[in-house]
Nanobody, 117 residues
Framework: QVQLVESGGGLVQPGGSLRISCAAS????????MNWYRQAPGKERELVAA????????NYLDSVKGRFTISRDNAKNTVYLQMNSLKPEDTAVYYC??????????WGQGTQVTVSS
């Protein structure tokens, strides 16, 4: 049974930092590209960061470049998103996604990140 379980979300003040994690099971994690998406109230889900299966390639949404870092530990079947210099506009539910080609796509349940003073 495929599972993606996010953790680490919460409330943080503007300018603060947070690291969210996604623990994967039920599939061969090291062969999947991993992505973090987010969805704010009333907005469409957007791709925030992506990392290749072996971790050598990353890509970021322009608005988070230089502030967020995606990484993965294939030995632990876990992907991370380190978020620094957080802004109120980063407030959203963050979703972990595993993808291998157009037909294989798994999603986590999401973790809430709220940036507010």
């Amino acid at each position: 049974q495929v599972q993606l379980v996010e953790s680490g979300g919460g409330l943080v003040q503007p300018g603060g930092s947070l690291r969210i994690s996604c623990a994967a099971s039920g599939f061969t994690f090291s062969t999947y590209g991993m992505n973090w998406y987010r969805q704010a109230p009333g907005k469409e889900r957007e791709l925030v960061a992506a990392i290749s299966s072996v971790g050598d390639l990353t890509n970021y949404l322009d608005s988070v470049k230089g502030r967020f870092t995606i990484s993965r530990d294939n030995a632990k079947n876990t992907v991370y998103l380190q978020m620094n210099s957080l802004k109120p506009e980063d407030t959203a539910v963050y979703y972990c996604n595993a993808r291998r080609g157009p037909r294989t796509d798994y999603w986590g349940q999401g973790t809430q990140v709220t940036v507010s003073s």
